[in-house]
C-alpha cells in the first residue's frame, strides 16, 4: 500500500511553483520595460508630451484589457488599495520620463537600483517579510553592477533629475508592497487609473498636435508594450513574489536598456556596461538557483 501523501510537501511544491511563475512574470515585465530608455531616446516630443500619449495608448490598452477579462465596472473597483497603488504608479512613471529629460541616463540608473532594498525594508516593517541573506546580498552585488555600468558614462546630472529617479523608486517600491500586502484584489483597475492620473496631469502643459506620424507609433508602442503589457505582467507576478524579489527581478530592466540601444542604435555598450550587467546577471542567477534548490531539499528531507 503506497503511503499518504505529505500535505506539507504538496503545500511547498504549490508555493514554489507560484514563486517561480510569478519571478517568471516579473521578469517579463522588466524585459517591456527596459525598451523605455530606448523610446525615450527616439521621439522628438517634450517629457509632457510623451506622458501625455503614453498614458493615453496605455490607458486604451489596459482598459480593453480588464474589459475582455470580464471587468466592467471599472470605477466600481476603485477601492481599498487600488487608488493608492495608481498613485505610486502614476508619479513612478512620470518620474521616469522626467528623470530622463533633466539627468544622466547613468544617475537614473543608479538611483533607480536603489528600489529593492526600499522594497526589501518596506516589507519587512509592514508585511512581517523577512528578508534572505542571500537576497540582500545579491541586491548588493546588483546594485555594484549598476555602478560599474554607468561608471563610465558622463555625469553632471541635474539635481532635480536625480531627485525624480529616487522619487520613482520609492514610489514604485511603495506600490510593489501594497501589491504584495492584498494578493486578493485585482489591480488592473489601477494600472487604467494610473495612466488616466498620469494622463490628466500632463494635458494642460502637453502640446499633442505638434506629435509627428513617426513618433506617434512609437509612443503608442510606449503606452502599449513598454507600460501596458509591462504593468500587467508586473501586477500578476508581484502577486507571488516578495516584495523584495521582486523588486530585485525588476532590475533586468538595467541590464536590457542598454542591450536594446545597441540592438537598434547600434550603440555598442563600453567595457564598463557590460562587466556591470554581467555582475548583475550573475547575482540575480545565482539567487534564482538557490531559490529553485533550496525548497526541494526540503521537501527531500521530510521524505
Given at each position: ?11 511547498r ?29 527616439l ?15 496605455a ?10 477579462a ?7 473597483r476603485?477601492r ?27 544617475n537614473?540608473?543608479i ?20 528578508v ?5 546580498l545579491?541586491?548588493?552585488?546588483a ?25 520613482m ?9 501594497l ?28 502640446d499633442?498636435l ?5 513618433d506617434l507609433?512609437?509612443?503608442a ?10 504593468f ?10 516578495p ?23 547600434s ?11 554581467a ?16 525548497p526541494?531539499?526540503?521537501?527531500v528531507?521530510?521524505?
Amino acid at each position: 500500500m503506497s503511503p499518504a501523501p505529505d500535505p506539507t510537501a504538496t503545500t511547498r511544491s504549490a508555493s514554489t511553483i507560484a514563486t517561480r511563475r510569478g519571478a517568471l512574470l516579473v521578469a517579463g515585465a522588466a524585459a517591456c520595460w527596459s525598451s523605455g530608455a530606448l523610446i525615450t531616446r527616439l521621439v522628438t516630443t517634450g517629457p509632457w508630451t510623451t506622458t501625455l500619449w503614453r498614458s493615453l495608448f496605455a490607458s486604451l490598452f489596459l482598459a480593453a484589457a480588464l474589459r475582455l477579462a470580464g471587468g466592467g465596472g471599472v470605477i466600481a473597483r476603485w477601492r481599498g488599495p487600488v487608488v493608492p497603488v495608481a498613485l505610486c504608479m502614476a508619479l513612478a512613471s512620470t518620474c521616469f520620463i522626467f528623470s530622463l529629460s533633466l539627468t544622466s541616463v547613468a544617475n537614473t540608473l543608479i538611483l533607480m537600483s536603489t528600489g529593492p532594498y526600499v522594497a526589501g525594508l518596506l516589507g519587512w516593517l509592514l508585511l512581517g517579510e523577512r528578508v534572505a541573506v542571500r537576497t540582500w546580498l545579491t541586491m548588493a552585488v546588483a546594485l555594484a553592477g549598476a555602478v560599474v555600468m554607468v561608471s563610465s558614462s558622463p555625469g553632471g546630472g541635474a539635481l532635480a533629475g536625480d531627485l525624480l529617479a529616487i522619487v520613482m523608486a520609492g514610489s514604485f517600491a511603495v506600490a510593489t508592497v501594497l501589491v504584495r500586502r492584498h494578493p486578493e484584489v485585482q489591480m488592473v483597475p489601477a494600472a487604467v487609473l494610473s495612466t488616466a492620473i498620469a494622463g490628466l496631469v500632463a494635458l494642460p502643459l502637453a502640446d499633442p498636435l505638434s506629435t509627428s506620424p513617426r513618433d506617434l507609433a512609437l509612443l503608442a508602442f510606449f503606452g502599449v508594450g513598454q507600460f501596458g503589457a509591462g504593468f500587467l505582467l508586473f501586477m500578476a507576478g508581484a502577486r507571488l513574489l516578495p516584495a523584495a524579489q521582486t523588486s530585485l527581478i525588476g532590475m533586468l530592466e538595467t541590464v536590457l536598456g542598454p542591450l536594446w540601444v545597441w540592438l537598434v542604435l547600434s550603440e555598442r555598450p563600453g567595457t564598463a556596461s557590460l562587466a556591470g550587467g554581467a555582475l548583475i546577471l550573475t547575482a540575480l542567477l545565482a539567487n534564482t538557483l538557490v531559490e529553485l534548490v533550496t525548497p526541494a531539499r526540503a521537501v527531500v528531507a521530510r521524505r
